[in-house]
């Protein structure tokens, strides 16, 4: 029987010739992700020695600019534990700052049949680059840095074919939608993503759907490669590429097909992901205080265009505030000099630095009591972005900017015929 692609990369990583469902595996990690929560009073503890400094990637991202003294103090012990160790990969506040999950993207950090880790649970973010990548403990991240290596029991895996291509409007965060609305959660399982309807979504349109595998709670959520992979990643500089494919006689718990074609802009009610989409016909009209466009799943220069299409020559209603937080500095950049800025701008949107912000109500964005939000973020849990009596709904950054025009959920398709 054959292996799954996180099978061939787990039994690669930790030396054997083949692993399947239930084994317990150690392996070498090949980039370890520290961001400025592991280096909070509360949880840092300072790291004696290093073997392998340069698998090693810091970047300042949930909170940046620092708002407390708290984070500052976790930023300043940052910048010592980079100088001690002598780690080049360093994004410091604006120093191609981002969220960690799009700063890996844009560099290329995550590469084919490697391993990463994080201590961040959107970790399976980096998946949509053929690789394995999980959020882990603080402890065991730590130890990953230290030593190099890390531990997984192996997961039976999902695959999800996908056929087809998306309309426009829709996106793979109606895609995730979809799924979690559909098959709930994956708990002790990986993700793999493939078939021909993979060739029509850009990586950016993948890394939002990696990205969501940790609202699935499976172990790795990873796409097979293919050309647009690899033409990506050599833009990237990356010159040396071994994609993972999984054996035609892969043992799965199970096959899923998805017709991109078929599926409409949804939207997830308030608390919990999970069995609880919606078609946005169905919650249209419910009147927001807040939009939110942002974070590791959609603040991407993809998601930011969108949005900016529905949003051209028109305005955000004087009933509500629409927020946007492009990913990274890179992705605010481009957004700049595309002109994609100055049209969010112009339609009333604030547009913050780059940075996990709103997301997790850290700052840029927190709700008041009461409020009512729609985001094109990763989470709609109750208090996550603020105060408990809030309520949060999440959809695409299309969803969103239709949203914030109306002051109530509305349809993207109204603004983008």
Same mark, same amino acid.
């Given at each position: 029987?054959?292996?799954?692609?996180?099978?061939?990369?787990?039994?690669?990583?930790?030396?054997r010739?083949?692993?399947?469902?239930?084994?317990?595996v150690?392996?070498?990690?090949?980039?370890?992700?520290l961001?400025?929560?592991n280096?909070?009073?509360?949880?840092?503890?300072?790291?004696?020695?290093?073997?392998?400094?340069?698998?090693?990637?810091?970047?300042?991202?949930?909170? +940046?600019?620092?708002?407390?003294?708290?984070? #500052? &103090?976790?930023?300043?012990? $940052? =910048? !010592?534990?980079?100088?001690?160790? /002598?780690?080049?990969?360093?994004?410091?506040?604006?120093?191609?700052?981002?969220?960690?999950?799009?700063?890996?993207?844009?560099?290329?950090?995550?590469?084919?049949?490697?391993?990463?880790?994080?201590?961040?649970?959107?970790?399976?973010?980096?998946?949509?680059?053929?690789c394995?990548?999980?959020g882990?403990?603080?402890?065991?991240?730590?130890?990953?840095?230290?030593?190099?290596?890390?531990?997984?029991?192996?997961?039976?895996?999902?695959?999800?074919?996908?056929?087809?291509?998306?309309?426009?409007?829709?996106?793979?965060?109606?895609?995730?939608?979809h799924?979690?609305?559909?098959?709930?959660d994956?708990?002790?399982?990986? +993700?793999?993503?493939?078939?021909?309807?993979? #060739? &029509?979504?850009?990586?950016? $349109? =993948? !890394?939002?759907?990696?990205?969501? /595998?940790?609202?699935?709670?499976?172990?790795?959520?990873?796409?097979?490669?293919?050309a647009v992979?690899?033409n990506?990643?050599?833009?990237?500089?990356k010159?040396t590429?071994?994609?993972?494919?999984?054996?035609?006689?892969?043992?799965?718990?199970?096959v899923?097909?998805?017709d991109?074609?078929?599926?409409?802009?949804?939207?997830?009610?308030?608390?919990?992901?999970?069995?609880?989409?919606?078609?946005?016909?169905?919650?249209?009209?419910?009147?927001?205080?807040?939009?939110?466009?942002g974070?590791?799943a959609?603040?991407?220069?993809?998601?930011?265009?969108?949005?900016?299409?529905?949003?051209?020559?028109?305005k955000?209603?004087?009933?509500?505030?629409?927020?946007?937080?492009? &990913?990274?500095?890179?992705?605010?950049?481009?957004?700049?000099?595309?002109g994609?800025?100055?049209?969010?701008?112009?339609?009333?949107?604030?547009?913050?630095?780059?940075?996990?912000?709103?997301c997790?109500?850290g700052?840029?964005?927190?709700?008041?009591?009461?409020?009512?939000?729609?985001?094109?973020?990763?989470?709609?849990?109750?208090?996550?972005?603020?105060?408990?009596?809030?309520k949060?709904?999440?959809?695409?950054?299309?969803?969103?900017?239709?949203?914030?025009?109306?002051?109530?959920?509305?349809?993207?398709?109204?603004?983008?015929?």
């Amino acid at each position: 029987m054959g292996m799954t692609i996180a099978e061939k990369i787990l039994a690669k990583k930790s030396g054997r010739d083949r692993v399947a469902a239930g084994d317990l595996v150690t392996v070498d990690v090949d980039t370890v992700v520290l961001f400025d929560n592991n280096f909070m009073p509360s949880i840092w503890q300072d790291m004696l020695k290093m073997e392998h400094p340069e698998r090693v990637v810091v970047i300042l991202d949930h909170r +940046v600019p620092a708002p407390t003294i708290q984070s #500052a &103090g976790a930023h300043r012990t $940052a =910048r !010592k534990f980079v100088e001690k160790f /002598g780690i080049a990969r360093f994004h410091d506040v604006g120093g191609g700052q981002g969220i960690c999950h799009q700063v890996v993207a844009d560099e290329g950090y995550a590469l084919p049949g490697t391993v990463l880790v994080c201590s961040d649970s959107h970790t399976c973010s980096a998946g949509a680059f053929n690789c394995i990548a999980r959020g882990v403990g603080g402890p065991d991240v730590m130890y990953a840095a230290a030593k190099g290596e890390t531990w997984f029991r192996v997961g039976t895996t999902v695959r999800y074919e996908l056929t087809g291509a998306l309309r426009d409007g829709v996106t793979t965060k109606d895609v995730f939608l979809h799924i979690a609305g559909t098959y709930g959660d994956h708990a002790t399982q990986n +993700v793999e993503f493939g078939g021909p309807g993979i #060739a &029509g979504l850009s990586m950016s $349109a =993948r !890394k939002t759907l990696s990205t969501m /595998g940790a609202e699935l709670s499976c172990e790795f959520a990873t796409f097979e490669a293919d050309a647009v992979l690899e033409n990506y990643l050599r833009a990237c500089g990356k010159t040396t590429i071994e994609p993972v494919h999984p054996d035609a006689d892969a043992r799965y718990a199970d096959v899923r097909e998805i017709d991109l074609g078929k599926l409409e802009p949804l939207v997830a009610l308030p608390d919990s992901v999970l069995r609880n989409s919606r078609a946005v016909g169905e919650v249209a009209g419910t009147k927001i205080d807040q939009a939110f466009i942002g974070s590791c799943a959609n603040g991407t220069l993809d998601d930011l265009t969108l949005a900016a299409r529905v949003l051209a020559g028109r305005k955000v209603s004087t009933k509500t505030r629409l927020i946007i937080t492009p &990913g990274s500095q890179h992705v605010y950049l481009n957004a700049v000099r595309s002109g994609v800025i100055a049209t969010l701008v112009e339609a009333g949107a604030v547009i913050t630095n780059p940075t996990c912000g709103a997301c997790g109500g850290g700052h840029m964005g927190v709700l008041g009591p009461e409020e009512v939000c729609i985001t094109a973020s990763t989470r709609n849990f109750k208090g996550r972005m603020g105060d408990p009596s809030s309520k949060v709904y999440m959809a695409s950054p299309a969803t969103v900017a239709a949203s914030a025009i109306k002051g109530a959920i509305a349809h993207p398709g109204e603004y983008l015929n």
